[in-house]
């Protein structure tokens, strides 16, 4: 029987939740956020806080990877970039561009779940953008 997306595994542990939003840290002393979740903030050496992302951003800057490790050969291409979220986290990120068509940076885009195949042949659930609309 084909499980259902909430019953396939995070490929990482505490980067997604289950309504797929990203989550990251947040400074109470300063604000600045993080991604992934830190235990201090980079600025202020504060302890942080675990924090729901926004789950919209804009394209950063991309790139479409043609030529992959021999492990990779099958998933070749595919597109891969940064997001920058509006708390000023950029997040880097493979993309759904299923026609590999050029992008246009500052393009709004927003997380989904996707699911693909680690090494041990398993389906395990990873995060990407798309472009919205």
């Not at 990407?128 to 609309?133: A, E, H, K, S, W």
Request: with cysteine.
């Amino acid at each position: 029987m084909e499980k259902s997306m909430a019953e396939i595994p995070l490929f990482e542990e505490g980067v997604m939740d289950q309504d797929a939003r990203l989550i990251g840290s947040k400074c109470p002393d300063c604000n600045q956020y993080a991604f992934p979740a830190q235990s201090y903030c980079p600025r202020c050496s504060h302890e942080m806080e675990r924090t729901a992302l926004s789950q919209e951003g804009e394209l950063y800057t991309y790139t479409i990877i043609r030529q992959g490790p021999p492990w990779w050969k099958d998933k070749v291409p595919y597109t891969v970039g940064r997001v920058k979220l509006p708390e000023g986290v950029i997040v880097k990120t493979q993309i759904k561009n299923d026609e590999l068509s050029p992008l246009q940076i500052g393009t709004k885009m927003q997380v989904e779940p996707h699911v693909m195949i680690n090494e041990q042949g398993e389906k395990v659930k990873i995060y990407r953008f798309c472009p919205v609309g």
